[in-house]
């Protein structure tokens, strides 16, 4: 079955920058909207961003995160990035990637993301 590969996570300092990429095993024909989730110790999972059209659509962020993230996919359909910039403690999680096709949908493994200095 499909299977989404994240990366591009690790440790910044508050200010930095990272740019997360989630692959999917083989290319998805009619996405519908692709995601960025993330979860924090303690806390519940929050939508952190999401793209439709398989990635040239419509964007929306979570409050926290506007003018600092940007998501975007590739012209495949194969791959989600969010590129985020004048990183937070606050941002601080694990991110999952999602991508919502009209058959099924699917998950990434996760990547730690830790600002901290």
């Not at 989630?22 to 998805?28: D, I, N, P």
């Not at 793209?51 to 659509?57: C, D, F, K, P």
Request: overall charge neutral; some cysteine.
């Amino acid at each position: 079955q499909v299977q989404l590969v994240e990366s591009g996570g690790g440790l910044v300092q508050p200010g930095g920058s990272l740019r997360l990429s989630c692959t999917a095993s083989e290319s998805l024909n009619d996405i519908y909207a692709m995601s960025w989730y993330r979860r924090a110790p303690g806390k519940h999972r929050v939508l952190v961003a999401v793209v439709t059209s398989g990635g040239s659509g419509t964007t929306t962020y979570e409050d926290s995160v506007k003018g600092r993230f940007t998501i975007s996919g590739d012209n495949a359909q194969k791959t989600v990035y969010l590129q985020m910039n004048r990183l937070k403690p606050e941002d601080t999680g694990v991110y999952y990637c999602h991508m919502r096709t009209d058959d099924d949908d699917y998950w990434g493994q996760g990547t730690q993301v830790t600002v901290s200095s």
